[in-house]
């Protein structure tokens, strides 16, 4: 079955980046693109950017550019978000997707 | 971006009655390649949200009977015909069509009585 699992709760100062990974399993990662949608506390989702995972081109939403970066390890089946200059209106639960396929979430507190 | 506008923002079902929700897109979803890409989700508090409806109106695997899509274009609605106390949550209809970005609409709140 398809199972997307994601890193651990993070705690992150401004101005600091974070890097969040998504494992991929039970289908074959390269076939799939991977999203990123984050999703503060009391609001809608909010699509982030998306890797090809086979060929690793990335589309990002206008409001993210310059400050999120989206990769994968093809060999480890494992697609990463990188968010710098992170501040408080960052805080939220990140989630990679595959539209039908959710990771548990990850959440990000941005805080002094 | 595509704006995605749903309503009712909120609903308070008596379980076993029917309930009804509304998305509509700024733009048309259908694409060139025929399909429409509208999705319906929902999500329970502390969950990633769980797609129930692609492409208008099909079922997601093992998503009940109970819940079906329709619409076209720009107007679209989820339907569910027996209410049941584990549909409370929130309810987003999304688009991907138009990437980037996929945009989500604002969230139905459905409360079971």
């Known amino acids: 079955q398809v199972q997307l699992v994601q890193s651990g709760a993070e705690v992150k100062k401004p101005g600091a980046s974070v890097k969040v990974s998504c494992k991929a399993s039970?289908?074959?990662?390269?076939?799939?693109?991977m999203s990123w949608v984050r999703q503060a506390p009391g609001q809608r989702p909010e699509w982030m950017g998306w890797?090809?995972?086979?060929?690793?081109?990335?589309k990002y939403s206008q409001k993210f550019q310059g400050r999120v970066t989206i990769t994968r390890d093809t060999s480890a089946s494992t697609a990463y978000m990188e968010l710098s200059s992170l501040r408080s209106e960052d805080t939220a639960v990140y989630y990679c997707?595959?539209?039908?396929?959710w990771g548990q979430g990850t959440l990000v507190t941005v805080s002094s | 971006d595509m704006v995605m506008t749903q309503t009712p923002l909120s609903l308070s079902v008596t379980p076993g009655q029917p309930a009804s929700i509304s998305c509509k897109s700024s733009?048309?979803?259908?694409?060139?390649?025929?399909?429409?890409?509208l999705y319906w989700y929902l999500q329970k508090p502390g969950q990633p949200p769980q797609l129930l409806i692609y492409?208008?109106?099909n079922r997601f695997s093992g998503v009940p009977d109970r819940f079906s899509g329709s619409g076209s274009g720009t107007d679209f609605t989820l339907k569910i015909s027996r209410v049941e106390a584990e549909d409370a949550g929130v309810y987003y209809c999304?688009?991907?069509?138009?990437?980037?970005?996929?945009?989500f609409g604002e969230g139905t709140k459905v409360e079971i009585k």
């Open positions: 997707t595959r539209v039908a396929y």
């Open positions: 039970g289908y074959t990662f390269t076939t799939y693109a």
């Open positions: 890797i090809n995972a086979g060929n690793g081109n990335t």
């Open positions: 733009q048309s979803l259908l694409h060139s390649d025929g399909k429409t890409y």
């Open positions: 492409e208008v109106s």
């Open positions: 999304m688009q991907s069509i138009q990437l980037p970005p996929w945009t």
